[in-house]
């Protein structure tokens, strides 16, 4: 099965531009320190065969979102609802069940500053 | 199936329960039994399988554990002294014969069936981490969401890591205290992939299998006779499955079922099961019940039940588990024995303590008895009164026409 891990942080201004809200309040220094973990969780996502594909995203403030009602289409700025988390990233990755998706979310060193959604990926013929 | 696929159903549950006792905690285990298949792929098209596959697969899980907390504890300055003990522990605590591999199993079992957990948790866990199901598969068995299913895993280890620490495998007097929970779980399991309620057909025979698997495993292990007698009792029901519906789902009787199609070793096996574990004059209820299950079993035709036998085993069986249901199957069996009126009172009696207003069963156990007396009014009174609190589609047919018959 595969499960996408959507990343939602918290962003804060920082010189007159959002940032993921841990680079505000850790400082510069320790903000290296999480992305170091990152990109080494990744590689460990990777070696194992867990790890499809995963990005972060740019700041929400270059988010649009489109919708089509009645045929015509519409764009609202910014993310699509407004809370104080947005999607500032995701993964998708390879589980046997739901709850190793959940293991694996949960070292991410970004589940200890935001939140992870785990959703399984639609598989087409297959029901829930 | 690839030779790994096979060899990772083969496998995986025993590796994972040595990896849990060897690691001392589940996701780390399971962390190491995905990277010790992982490399089992890499290596074993290359160099083929190795002689013991168990003891390859939680060596190298285990090094590989070592290994991530190493790698950790620099990154994050923590856990150095967690990889120092495990490498103290050493080879050692690699299980290698059958029977230190079952014990690893069986321990995985009674640490699932801790008593700190809810009943539905020790079920999910025992089915995920013993049985290897999948979330999923476990969510599709008992109709629930699977985020449901997931959190009650996620809660139950979190419970385990608290009652347990460090984590630590029950002892021989624990275990000793713990046979009824884990008999339950077992028998819960089975009831679930056996009962006719929904789900997927594919999913709820495995349960039904894995559960008398586990219930081997315990027999094996451990001399109490309940353990034998609970799996006497559930291969004689699996000796019937077929014959308890139709291929469109419909509930076939007892009686209507095709004696033909039971499976006669099955039911030889359990009936052996039932004679020893009666034998122990230790037995309990699941002992009473499969040596019931033995006598419908071995009658050659529906009329040849030896109704009497079977009364006096509900008769012992009301003493040791005096609930409303087995005090119907009682009435039913004296029903048989002694004729409807007889069964009628006795039905009734038990039906008059209100304890069995909401199931179904009740009221069509009177519905037959009026029937057989040619009380045709009442006999449809009371399988309406069924009809009204049936909850399953299956159910709701085969009292429909019931009813239509009369």
């Known amino acids: ?128 | 199936m690839t030779a790994l696929e096979v060899a990772y159903r083969t496998h995986s549950r025993r590796v994972l329960a040595t990896l849990i006792r060897v690691l001392g905690n589940f996701d780390t285990a399971e962390e190491a039994l995905h990277d010790a298949f992982a490399a089992a792929a890499q290596s074993w098209p290359r160099e083929g399988e190795p002689a013991n596959p168990h003891a390859w697969l939680v060596a190298v899980g285990r090094f590989k554990a070592i290994d991530r907390f190493r790698r950790r504890a620099r990154l994050e300055r923590a856990l150095p002294e967690l990889s120092a003990q495990l490498e103290l522990e050493g080879e050692a605590a690699v299980s290698h014969s059958d029977e230190e591999i079952a014990d690893d199993e069986l321990r995985l079992i009674f640490t699932c069936c801790h008593p700190a957990l809810s009943p539905d948790a020790r079920i999910a866990l025992t089915l995920r981490e013993v049985a290897g199901l999948t979330t999923e598969e476990i969510a599709r068995a008992f109709l629930a969401p699977v985020p449901t299913i997931a959190q009650r895993i996620v809660r139950a280890k979190a419970r385990l890591r608290e009652e347990t620490s460090p984590f630590r495998a029950p002892s021989l007097s624990e275990i000793a205290g713990r046979i009824e929970t884990v008999l339950h779980v077992i028998y819960l399991i089975f009831n679930e992939g056996y009962s006719a309620s929904g789900g997927a057909q594919l999913v709820r025979f495995e349960l039904s299998r894995e559960a008398i698997r586990l219930g081997r495993l315990v027999v094996g292990l451990l001399d109490e006779p309940e353990a034998v007698g609970l799996l006497a009792l559930m291969l004689l029901h699996e000796a019937r499955r077929e014959t308890r519906t139709t291929a469109s789902g419909e509930i076939v009787l007892l009686e209507d079922q095709d004696r033909a199609k039971w499976d006669r070793p099955q039911i030889a096996e359990g009936v052996a099961l039932v004679e020893r574990a009666l034998e122990s004059r230790r037995f309990g209820a699941y002992t009473l019940q499969a040596a019931i299950a033995a006598i419908h079993a071995e009658a050659p035709r529906a009329s040849d039940t030896d109704w009497g036998q079977i009364v006096s085993f509900y008769d012992v069986l009301a003493r040791v588990e005096p609930s409303p249901v087995v005090l119907l199957n009682r009435a039913v069996a004296l029903g048989m024995r002694d004729g409807p009126a007889a069964g009628l009172e006795a039905v009734e009696a038990v039906l008059a303590t209100g304890a069995l207003d909401d199931y179904p069963f009740g009221h069509s156990a009177r519905a037959e008895m009026c029937r057989r007396l040619g009380r045709v009014e009442d006999a449809r009174v009371s399988y309406e009164r069924a009809l009204r609190v049936a909850r399953q589609e299956p159910e709701r047919r085969f009292l429909e026409r019931s009813i239509a018959r009369l």
């Open chain 1, 1 to 128: 099965m595969r499960y996408i891990c959507l990343v939602y942080l918290e962003e804060k201004p920082l010189e007159g531009q959002l940032v993921p809200g841990f680079v505000v309040d850790l400082g510069m220094s320790r903000a290296h320190e999480v992305a170091k973990a990152c990109n080494a969780y990744d590689e460990e996502l990777q070696s194992r065969g867990h790890l499809i594909l995963g990005h972060p995203l740019s700041p929400s403030d270059n988010a649009i979102t489109v919708r089509v009602r009645d045929g015509k289409m519409s764009t609202t700025d910014g993310p699509f609802a407004e809370t104080k988390e947005v999607l500032g990233g995701f993964i998708l990755v390879e589980a046997r069940d739901l709850n190793e998706a959940i293991r694996i979310a949960a070292e991410m060193p970004l589940a200890k500053l935001g939140s992870i959604e785990v959703r399984p990926i639609h598989v087409a013929g297959a029901s829930g």
